[in-house]
């Protein structure tokens, strides 16, 4: 049974709390109860997937909590919306729609949200500590909070996530407590070569088999270079998160509690273990492309999640400043487009044949030319949401791929290992 | 026959059941707008969702999957009820906590481990959570 505490009671018996923080708070407490908590547990932060318009009724909900004086009561970030508000809007979205959009966005910003919009909130400083709680949306970004920041979130979809932010409270089960974090799975890679756990590709497609291979069980993965970047790392759970229900990888070294193996399971043996191979592997990578990995190529894509100052950088250095025959998407959110301005990379990749997407991204609202092509990717997240979304075939390659077949126009995939 | 499931959101339904056979997350895999299911490859690709009782034994992916239901039961082309494989996320079900507070239509919700029924049976939901086959 659900127990509140003597102030959430208050709060849901208030006269002086406003209708819309009460409304929020009946909503996760009737999540709590859905889902077997015993107690609802204090957040530190909050990053919102619900402002990214899916349809009217999301933004007749989001405005009437707005409108009935509800507050985010921790400090919230704001996942991508449908267009950006910095630039010429790029969205494709019929005037009715664009307007619904632009509500929604406005009714997060009027309960009090950071506007960051973006899939990456910890690229621009929301980085919660180790054990801190917090109620995280966007699936790549919750497996980032748990995994690489040791942070503690379930994936809350949209609304709950809002309902969280404005009652600073989430129902204490699932990722936020101690016991749940235990892996159940062990994935060892111990054995695949050195060279190929070096290559750019190597993350996105083993979070690719992650995703597969654990669903929504919390895993370990043993044997991962501990020099992983940042990069890699987003590249890897956004993966997994694609593919399964992924909140939590443990990997061994990396993620801040997964120190060493027994302690990641609990001190009991894994229930299961599974030896990742090169066979497995080629195949998640093979299987990222959806149409033949050769021939004419309409895009680029890069930057699910979002693109940082980094991979920015190393693209307008792999480049060796060529021109593009292809537009190439960046998208990326309004800090690091910022920084990008401040550092003189943003004009020189625009020169390239980039078209930088700030705020949102080409998989999450209508932006790409036509109904459908062929899309030349490096982000795994890419490739799996892309052809249901925006009707473009995606060819999964590294980031040099993606650059060489832009400037020759075609898809130019240097298999590297996974021939 | 009948069985019980643990209630994620009371309600009744009595309609056919629809099984997705392969994983799917709402966000990506149905479309918002007739109901379908979009996702490329899956063997199910086409096939409308409205009315029925819709099996998922895996929900997964995207976090936005919740807009996509409650879109549909603002729409009133939502499923006549859902059945889950798991109740670990409240992904699905706070859709229609949201839709009850806009006063719209809800839909029973229910959890069970390893859901058996096949598209085609005739099922009813209670509101204790048994589910019946008609």
């Not at chain 1, 792999?318 to 550092?343: G, I, W």
């Amino acid at each position: 049974m659900l127990e509140l505490t003597q102030e959430e009671k208050a709060i849901l018996n208030s006269e002086f709390a406003t209708t819309g923080d009460k409304t929020a708070l009946s909503i996760v407490v009737k999540a709590a109860e859905m889902l077997g908590a015993k107690r609802l547990v204090k957040i530190t932060s909050s990053h919102i997937d619900g402002c990214l318009y899916h349809g009217d009724s999301g933004v007749l909900f989001c405005e009437n909590l707005a409108k009935n004086g509800a507050k985010a009561k921790v400090p919230t970030t704001t996942n991508v919306g449908a267009l950006n508000f910095i630039k010429t809007n790029q969205a494709k979205l019929s005037s009715e729609k664009l307007q619904m959009a632009q509500r929604l966005m406005d009714a997060h910003i009027n309960m009090g949200c950071t506007p960051s919009w973006t899939c990456a909130p910890y690229q621009i400083g929301a980085r919660p500590k180790k054990g801190e709680q917090v109620a995280w949306g966007e699936s790549n970004a919750v497996a980032f909070a748990n995994t690489v920041l040791g942070a503690r979130t379930n994936r809350y979809g949209d609304f709950l996530d809002i309902a969280c932010a404005v009652s600073g409270r989430a129902p204490y089960y699932g990722l936020h407590c101690d016991k749940n974090r235990n892996a159940e799975i062990l994935l060892d890679v111990t054995d695949l070569p050195g060279n190929v756990k070096g290559e750019d590709t190597f993350f996105p497609v083993l979070g690719s088999v992650i995703g597969r291979l654990a669903g929504d069980r919390v895993c370990a993965v043993s044997g991962i270079n501990k020099i992983a970047s940042e990069d890699q790392l987003k590249a890897l759970c956004a993966a997994a998160a694609s593919t399964g229900a992924v909140g939590l990888v443990h990997i061994i070294g990396i993620t801040p509690e997964a120190t060493n193996l027994p302690h990641v399971f609990g001190n009991e043996r894994p229930r299961e273990i599974l030896s990742i191979d090169m066979d497995m592997m080629k195949g998640a990578f093979h299987k990222l492309s959806q149409t033949k990995q050769a021939g004419k190529i309409d895009c680029v894509a890069l930057g699910s999640p979002h693109f940082s100052i980094s991979e920015c950088k190393k693209l307008l250095e792999v480049s060796e400043e060529k021109d593009f025959k292809v537009p190439v998407y960046v998208c990326t959110n309004r800090h690091t487009a910022q920084e990008l301005k401040a550092q003189n990379i943003y004009s020189k990749l625009e020169r390239l044949g980039v078209v930088f997407i700030i705020d949102t991204c080409v998989v999450v609202t209508p932006i790409l030319p036509g109904s459908g092509g062929i899309m030349m990717t490096n982000s795994a997240k890419f490739a799996h949401y892309s052809a249901g979304n925006t009707g473009y075939r995606p060819i999964f390659g590294s980031l040099a791929d993606c650059i060489k077949s832009a400037q020759n126009g075609h898809a130019t995939l240097n298999y590297g290992p996974w021939k | 026959m009948s069985w019980c499931g643990q209630v994620l959101y009371s309600g009744t339904a009595k309609g056919t059941v629809l099984r997705l056979e392969a994983p799917i997350s709402f966000w990506g895999g149905i479309s918002p707008d007739n109901a379908r299911v979009v996702l490329e490859n899956h063997p199910q690709r086409g096939v409308k969702i409205t009315d029925k009782i819709l099996i998922v034994p895996d929900p997964i992916g995207s976090s936005s999957s919740a807009a996509i239901l409650l879109e549909l039961l603002y729409a009133k082309i939502a499923p006549k009820g859902l059945i889950l494989g798991t109740n670990k996320d409240a992904i699905l079900p706070i859709s229609v906590l949201v839709a009850e507070q806009m006063g719209w239509n809800t839909i029973p919700i229910i959890a069970m481990e390893n859901p058996t029924f096949k598209s085609g049976e005739e099922l009813e939901i209670k509101p204790d959570g048994t589910i019946h086959s008609i």
